[in-house]
């Protein structure tokens, strides 16, 4: 899968966003090492707190098809935002150190990996 094809999935993905209530649209997807790839988008709901984010969407479906090794991120946003808090720590816990790639409507790229979004993270090393 190259590059160019796995952010297509992601803006595809961000197509489908059920976004009523922010009207912000995330679509996501994640390359396996196999090269098998997952979409997400975000799922909002008037419970506003249920909402789920397209990055743990993405990885969420992927595990619950029996992944367990990826390769890639890709995030595409309106402004190529970095991914929340909450998803960071699922990224990390599911990928470890993946490179991700966040994209813009422009199609403009930054290039980051999940170690670098969320340095000193907490994970299962942690636990005694
Ligand atoms: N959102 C994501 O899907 N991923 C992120 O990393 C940041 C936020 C979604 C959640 C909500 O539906 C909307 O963006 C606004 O916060």
């Known amino acids: 899968m190259t590059q160019k094809a796995l952010i297509k999935a992601a803006q595809d993905a961000r197509g489908r966003a059920y976004a009523k209530y922010s009207n912000f649209q995330v679509g996501a997807a994640v390359e396996t090492?196999?090269?098998?790839?997952?979409?997400?988008?975000?799922?909002?709901?008037?419970?506003?707190?249920?909402?789920?984010?397209?990055?743990?969407?993405?990885?969420?479906?992927?595990?619950?098809?029996?992944?367990?090794?990826?390769?890639?991120?890709?995030?595409?946003?309106e402004n190529g935002v970095s991914p929340c808090g909450a998803c960071r720590q699922v990224i990390w816990e599911l990928c470890g150190d993946i490179p991700i790639t966040i994209v813009d409507e422009q199609g403009n790229i930054k290039e980051t990996s999940s170690a670098e979004l969320l340095p000193a993270a907490f994970g299962e090393q942690d636990l005694t």
């Open 33 to 77: 090492i196999a090269g098998k790839v997952y979409q997400g988008c975000n799922i909002e709901n008037a419970s506003y707190s249920l909402t789920q984010c397209a990055e743990r969407t993405a990885l969420f479906t992927a595990v619950a098809a029996g992944e367990r090794e990826f390769r890639h991120l890709v995030v595409a946003t």
